[in-house]
């Protein structure tokens, strides 16, 4: 079931640092890609989404990259903090509202 | 805008009983919503669709006898687990998409942690 691919598993930053979380996608129909961060024991929150005609989205903190041809895109979160440490997920779905997710990404933003 | 709310938050059952989720959108009306399971430490992974007025679309693999999905009405989207076992304990979280919106945009309950016994 998982058709979007994330890197990496885990990544450790001090604070002020860019981390950067990877995700690549095969299906070609896909038309949304949004990232979700997640705290233990609640929902994914949506925190950016980024549609293929454009290939950057930023907003305040969080910036999305988009490679269409290579289809790839990425996640920067620019002078992270400790509160940033949480589980983020890279999703791309359809029209029809199929979503896949990516396997996640466990960020943690060292004081 | 665009809430979507689920109750209870967190249920504990014995084994062979069965337990109900409810999943409803706050703000709006959700033609779809979608359930989805996740694991400790793993990603969400997509059960089901279930459309108001229809049948729920399992995804492979789900079983569609134990895990009954009933989508009522535009508001409400509900998850039964049948004669639940230890190993369906897991975090079950609902979407919904408003069709006031972009399409494929999905808005996240806050999940039911369910723990079998």
């Known amino acids: 079931q998982q058709q979007v691919k994330q890197s990496p598993q885990s990544l450790i930053v001090q604070k002020g640092g860019i981390p950067i979380i990877n995700c690549a996608y095969e299906?070609?129909?896909?038309?949304?890609f949004p990232w979700y961060q997640q705290f233990p024991g609640k929902g994914p929150a949506l925190l950016i989404a980024?549609?293929?005609?454009?290939s950057e989205k930023k907003e305040g903190r969080f910036t999305i990259s988009f490679n269409k041809s290579a289809k790839q895109f990425s996640l920067h979160i620019m002078d992270s903090q400790p509160g940033d440490s949480a589980t983020y997920f890279c999703?791309?779905?359809?029209?029809?509202?199929?979503?896949?997710f990516g396997a996640g990404t466990r960020l943690t933003v060292k004081p | 805008g665009a809430v979507v709310s689920q109750h209870p938050s967190w249920v504990i059952c014995k084994s062979g009983t069965s337990v109900k989720i409810e999943c409803r959108s706050l703000d709006f009306q959700a033609t779809t919503m979608f359930w989805y399971r996740q694991f400790p430490k793993q990603s969400l992974m997509l059960m089901a669709t279930s459309n108001e007025g229809s049948k729920a679309t399992y995804e492979q693999g789900v079983e569609k006898d134990k895990f009954l999905i009933n989508h009522a009405s535009l508001t409400l989207s509900t998850l039964t687990v049948t004669s639940a076992h230890p190993e369906d304990s897991s975090f079950y979280i609902c979407?919904?998409?408003?069709?006031?919106?972009?399409?494929?945009?999905?808005?996240f309950g806050p999940g039911t942690r369910l723990t079998v016994t």
């Open positions: 979407s919904a998409t408003d069709p006031g919106k972009p399409s494929g945009e999905q808005y």
């Open positions: 980024i549609r293929p005609d454009v």
């Open positions: 999703a791309a779905s359809n029209g029809g509202g199929d979503m896949r």
């Open positions: 299906n070609t129909a896909f038309d949304y």
